[in-house]
């Protein structure tokens, strides 16, 4: 008998769901996929906010930046975030939170981590739990991309 090669399986990692909180296997360079459970988009890519970005909604499997001149005005579902601008909006975060000694935060913190440096200004309450799993959101959520 001819033993069989086998071909090596693509390289792959698991996020959560930002929809349905549920876990998913996906490629590792997938930039977004189909959610195997909810059927919705999830967005998997990092996001940089550079400059002032208004939107309803941000949400991504990745991490978001804003950095020290970047404002962001949006409700935001994410798995890590880490600010050294400006945040106006609630935040959900699956994993953790840092904010930077001259960042600025208006909104609620729902998060399973917070680092804070001294001198950051934070405006909301928090809900920081290691066991945090936060609600799924509505199916009939309004829905807005990030470019």
């Known amino acids: 008998m001819v033993a069989e090669q086998q071909r090596p399986r693509p390289a792959t990692r698991e996020v959560v769901c930002t929809h349905c909180e549920r876990s998913i296997e996906i490629p590792a360079t997938?930039?977004?996929?189909?959610?195997?459970?909810?059927?919705?988009?999830?967005?998997?890519?990092?996001?940089?906010?550079?400059?002032?970005?208004?939107?309803?909604?941000?949400?991504?499997?990745?991490?978001?930046?804003?950095?020290?001149?970047?404002?962001?005005?949006?409700?935001?579902?994410?798995?890590?975030?880490?600010?050294?601008?400006?945040?106006?909006?609630?935040?959900?975060?699956?994993?953790?939170?840092?904010?930077?000694?001259?960042?600025?935060?208006?909104?609620?913190?729902?998060?399973r981590r917070l680092a804070v440096e001294p001198g950051a200004k934070l405006h909301g309450r928090f809900h920081i739990d290691p066991g945090f799993a936060p609600e799924p959101v509505p199916a009939d959520a309004e829905e807005a991309e990030t470019a």
């Open 30 to 111: 997938a930039m977004s996929v189909s959610c195997r459970h909810c059927h919705r988009r999830v967005i998997i890519e990092d996001l940089e906010i550079r400059t002032y970005h208004a939107v309803t909604r941000v949400a991504t499997a990745g991490k978001i930046n804003v950095l020290k001149k970047g404002t962001l005005v949006a409700a935001v579902r994410v798995n890590e975030l880490a600010v050294d601008g400006t945040v106006k909006g609630n935040i959900v975060a699956l994993d953790r939170v840092t904010v930077g000694k001259k960042a600025a935060i208006e909104g609620d913190i729902s998060c």
